[in-house]
């Protein structure tokens, strides 16, 4: 999977911002904390899901599973605004 195309990721004073430009179906923006931010770089990228949290792992401390759930909540809200390709 990977972001798409028509959005970007935009820091503004420390907040990062998830924003679509051009036509589509979601019309708005999504502020993200560090978590989701750095999940979105990674986004930038082809990424299997489960990459996904093998880049969490190795950054942030915390049990594989709790890590895995949290990817999966932001996962699934990113599709749910249709910005990933799958």
Do not use: H, Q, W
């Amino acid at each position: 999977m990977k972001l798409k195309y028509n959005f970007i990721k935009k820091e503004i004073d420390g907040t990062t911002f998830l924003v679509p430009v051009g036509e589509g179906s979601f019309s708005g923006m999504i502020r993200s904390n560090s978590i989701a931010s750095y999940i979105v770089e990674l986004l930038k990228e082809e990424i299997s899901p489960e990459g996904v949290v093998d880049k969490m792992c190795t950054k942030y401390d915390a049990p594989r599973e709790t890590i895995a759930r949290d990817v999966g909540k932001i996962l699934d809200n990113l599709k749910r605004i249709n910005a990933l390709d799958e």
